[in-house]
Every structure is written in C-alpha cells, then in structure tokens.
C-alpha cells in the first residue's frame, strides 16, 4: 500500500510500488493531497487535473482501489451526485467540511466545482 508525504508543499508519494501505481494514479493522489477542506471536485475534475481529461472512469477506478489513504469524500459525480459505495459516511465527511448534501447531492461547498458564487448585495 502507498503512502504520502504530508509535507506542506506538493505532497509527494514516498512509497511506491511501481507495479500497482501508474503515473496517471500518482499524479492524481497528489492532487488530491493538495485540496483544501470543503473543496468538492468530480471526478472528470480529478482526471483532468492529472493530465486524462475524459478519463473520469479511470479516476473512479483509482479511488476504488487506492481511496482509504486519500481524502475520497471529496469526489463526486458531475452532477453532484455521490457514488452509491458508501454514501453515508461520503455524506457525514463532507458535512463535517461544511459541505452542504442533500438527498445523496451536493448542493453547496466552501470551495470547488459546487461552491456558490458570493450574493452581488444588489437586490433587484
């Protein structure tokens, strides 16, 4: 099993077993490593971030083998939705980030692909 560095900077995996992490996985739990609490991205999101735009079911596949040592709660489908694995404890997680779930969807975040733009104070 991988491990990752918790170095301040871009965290870095230090322990690699090169025959079950491909590039494309390392670089995506790097990503990962690096989003802030409250931070909901997609899946579509994750791949594209580690260089695969379009490879959204390989990210889901990553997170279903390598996800209990990175924070997973943050991922989700692209129209909110949480995957159907574990959608209680994927629920309580991001509601201890101030992740707004409703009815298995995130409906607000602090900060991410779900993050609600700040009121303009006009009123119209």
Known sequence: MSTIDE???RPILTT?????MTDF?????????????????TFGD???AAGRPGAA??????LSKHGETLPWWRVVYSCGYLPPNNPDAQTEKLHEE???V????????PSGRFAK?????RLS
């Open 7 to 9: 170095a301040p900077s």
């Open 16 to 20: 690699i077993d090169r025959e079950i």
């Open 25 to 41: 996985e390392i670089e995506m739990a790097g990503f990962l490593k690096e989003l802030d609490r409250g931070h909901v991205i």
């Open 46 to 48: 994750l791949a594209a």
């Open 57 to 62: 079911r390989m990210a889901g596949r990553f």
């Open 98 to 100: 101030c992740v707004t």
């Open 102 to 109: 409703s009815n298995g969807r995130v409906i607000d975040a």
């Open 117 to 121: 733009p700040p009121p303009t104070g």
